[in-house]
């Protein structure tokens, strides 16, 4: 699924005009953003035809196994498949993913200069090394 097309891209476009250009079947390119400062795991999403202006990003759900198959050595392509929903200020966009090569090795490498995220301890174990 396609999001945050309701959302400017890097160039001021509105996403969700440049989405509305494409039909069913488009060919899309997936780009792994490690950099993202939200989700290292975030992969842009562009048009084969305009490999400029960028449609959105993958859902975090899908993109974080693909973002570490591609990793991996795994390659990638992907078709728009449709759009859904009652307000066409804010459809649904389904797209098909295809997986093209196979990873080449079992385990992720080490990505030292993505950004780290940390997430906060549990309320009870903060508690308990508070006290220690």
């Known amino acids: 699924?396609?999001?945050?097309?309701?959302?400017p891209n890097k160039h001021g476009l509105n996403r969700l005009?440049?989405?509305?250009?494409?039909?069913?079947?488009?060919?899309?390119?997936?780009v792994p953003e490690p950099e993202n400062p939200v989700d290292r795991n975030a992969i842009l999403v562009?048009?084969?035809?305009?490999?400029?202006?960028?449609?959105g990003y993958l859902d975090a759900t899908g993109a974080k196994?693909?973002?570490?198959?591609?990793?991996?050595?795994?390659?990638?392509?992907?078709?728009?498949?449709?759009?859904?929903?009652?307000d066409p200020d804010f459809p649904t966009v389904y797209i098909y993913v295809y997986q093209l090569t196979?990873?080449?090795q079992a385990?992720?490498?080490?990505?030292?200069?993505?950004?780290?995220?940390?997430?906060p301890l549990?309320?009870?174990?903060?508690e308990k090394t508070e006290r220690n």
């Open 65 to 86: 196994k693909i973002c570490r198959m591609i990793e991996c050595g795994a390659a990638f392509t992907a078709d728009l498949a449709f759009f859904w929903g009652r």
């Open 46 to 55: 562009y048009s084969a035809d305009d490999l400029e202006n960028d449609l």
């Open 122 to 126: 549990p309320k009870w174990i903060a």
């Open 1 to 7: 699924m396609l999001v945050g097309f309701s959302h």
């Open 102 to 104: 196979p990873m080449q």
């Open 17 to 30: 005009d440049l989405v509305r250009k494409l039909s069913r079947g488009s060919k899309l390119v997936l």
């Open 107 to 119: 385990h992720r490498p080490i990505r030292k200069d993505a950004p780290e995220y940390k997430r």
